[in-house]
């Protein structure tokens, strides 16, 4: 008896499991296709305008009659339009860095969260704003020994 209890449990989870995979049945194809979404408008192709200025080759410039200015990229995609960007002001020098001559190259003294940071760079491969820094420390030292007269 205990083998027949144990065959019909297995039955009934197998037959649970099979019932359970198979696809839901369609009540209403009916009211599916009145629901049917509106089609979608594919937006127009972008072109570019006639009156438009190459600045670089496949690099077009145009303003348009409200005065917004607008470049075209030629890509390999198509025709890629954006608002032109406007140039980036530098960044300010910054006036906390401190900058001494030790030979070819150098050595820079600059604030960080963890204290005072120091590090040293060849003159030849100076990024900007070291080489700014090391430009001002430079004419104040001129400064400083012009008024001095050494």
Do not use: C
């Amino acid at each position: 008896m205990k083998k027949i209890t144990m065959s019909l449990a297995a039955l009934a989870v197998f037959a649970s499991a099979a019932l359970a995979q198979q696809p839901a049945k369609k009540t209403a194809p009916a009211k599916a296709a009145s629901k049917a979404k509106p089609a979608r408008k594919t937006p127009a192709p972008v072109t570019i305008p006639a009156d438009a200025k190459e600045i670089s080759p496949g690099l077009y410039r145009w303003v348009d009659p409200k005065g917004q200015a607008w470049t075209y990229r030629k890509t390999p995609f198509g025709i890629m339009r954006g608002p032109e960007q406007k140039a980036e002001t530098p960044a300010p020098v910054p006036t906390d860095w401190t900058a001494t001559d030790a030979g070819d190259s150098v050595a820079f003294t600059g604030p960080s969260p963890f204290g005072p940071r120091h590090w040293t760079a060849k003159k030849t491969e100076l990024n900007e704003t070291e080489a700014a820094v090391w430009k001002r420390a430079q004419e104040a030292h001129n400064t400083a020994s012009a008024s001095t007269g050494k």
